[in-house]
């Protein structure tokens, strides 16, 4: 791995301290998955393999409608951010791309970005373009929505800043565009639904025609907040049809948090990937709504459920196949590093997960119609500890076999806040 803002020392010294457990814990898994027949070292590779990007937003403090807590040493320009990010990869070993958001990480030359993800090998995933708040200097505002708005003018400054993004993005290397949309309703009769989904797609076909050969579109759906009674875009079957209607470089983006209550995600996934819509993810958890809480901190079954239909299609050879992962979260109580950190491990750790099911087996079972073996096959692939194998890639890719411990012996958090000042006064809103 290339160098990267932690000193070499660190991460030595962790492979000294944990290398001896990790080979006799490797040992031991090895055995239990041979009897299985599981080869260990084929696994080890495939999740070094896997990687998910990071969103730039996500290494700033987060937070709630009611303000944000700074942190001490918390990145001031889109430079620091992409600093932040380094680390996380020098880390983990999991996160070699950045996914930025605009305008907020505007520079005069896109080029500058690209040059200083360079410096510690990193590359840019999908570009996110912005229309869901106002921004100083803004002509037309996004209260009453962006690419569904009633005024042409509203719509037009909307289809311009995503053609931008795209001239951005393509300056990064980046091969696809984000986009995501607060417009809807808060009450009923504010909006006719029909005629706000039409100017949404009469948008998007602008945006879409601008998209290059190589790159994809990405339609994100939410079904609430802020349009809090309808959402123009508000669930997948929405996202499908829309993706569908605007072309094939057009596919759907799902976020774990944007959903109902007792949504059956991974069904949504085993659906688009049939259908040849499953553009890519951005991974979250939650316990209420869109908390945007780290990766696998309340339900890590579920996050396994998904990548056993990722999986599924992986091994299958699906047609067209080949979604882009992100973390898409808020850190408001915890250093971002550090949770951004262990939920690179939680996406790796199902993955990891998924690749240990017995499918023929599990195929023979659903087959037969014997719901509790196939359930309790499905569940084994959880019960076994996959952690030596999630170290193991770590250290073979040069990252630290405890993140954790590796970031906190480093000080790097504490070395920031003497290089970056901050305000400790709170703000309010979400960013």
Not at 41 to 52: A, D, H, I, N, Y
Request: with cysteine.
């Amino acid at each position: 791995m290339t160098d990267g803002p932690i000193a070499a020392h660190v991460i030595e010294n962790d492979h000294q301290t944990h290398g001896t457990e990790l080979r006799e814990d490797l040992d031991h898994l090895g055995n239990k998955l041979a009897r299985r027949g599981i080869d260990l070292e084929s696994v080890v590779e495939k999740v070094r393999g896997l990687g998910v990007a990071i969103p730039t937003w996500g290494v700033g403090v987060g937070g709630t409608r009611f303000g944000l807590f700074p942190i001490a040493g918390e990145p001031r320009n889109v430079f620091e951010k992409i600093d932040d990010c380094a680390v996380i990869h020098q880390l983990s070993a999991a996160t070699p791309t950045l996914s930025p958001h605009f305008p907020w990480d505007r520079v005069e030359d896109p080029t500058e970005l690209r040059q200083a993800a360079a410096r510690w090998g990193l590359a840019f995933d999908a570009v996110n373009s912005n229309t869901f708040q106002d921004l100083p200097g803004q002509p037309h505002s996004y209260k009453f929505g962006s690419l569904s708005h009633t005024d042409p003018a509203v719509r037009r400054q909307a289809i311009d800043h995503n053609l931008e993004c795209i001239e951005i993005g393509t300056a990064l290397g980046s091969k696809a565009l984000t986009v995501w949309v607060g417009d809807g309703a808060n009450f009923p009769g504010q909006q006719d639904f029909t005629g706000a989904l039409e100017r949404y797609l009469e948008s998007t076909r602008a945006i879409y025609a601008a998209i290059p050969d190589d790159w994809r579109m990405l339609v994100e759906h939410k079904p609430y907040e802020p349009a809090l009674y309808a959402s123009v875009i508000a669930d997948w079957g929405t996202s499908y049809a829309c993706a569908t209607e605007l072309g094939p470089k057009a596919q759907c983006l799902v976020d774990l948090g944007h959903h109902a209550p007792a949504t059956n995600i991974e069904m949504i996934v085993a659906r688009l990937i049939q259908f040849g819509k499953l553009g890519g993810f951005h991974f979250n958890d939650s316990k209420y709504g869109d908390d945007d809480l780290d990766t696998g901190s309340i339900d890590p079954f579920q996050i396994f459920l998904v990548f056993h239909e990722l999986v599924n299609a992986e091994q299958s050879g699906a047609k067209g196949f080949a979604p882009a992962f992100m973390l898409d979260q808020s850190h408001n109580v915890t250093d971002p590093i550090e949770s951004l950190i262990n939920s690179a491990v939680a996406v790796t750790r199902a993955y990891a997960q998924a690749l240990l099911v017995d499918r023929q087996k599990l195929a023979e079972l659903q087959q037969s119609n014997d719901a509790l073996l196939a359930a309790n096959t499905l569940r084994a692939a959880t019960e076994l500890s996959v952690e030596p194998i999630l170290r193991e890639a770590r250290r073979r890719s040069g990252g630290a076999i405890d993140p954790i411990s590796a970031y906190r012996a480093a000080g790097y958090r504490e070395a920031k806040a003497g290089e970056r000042p901050h305000s400790l006064v709170g703000r309010s809103g979400i960013v």
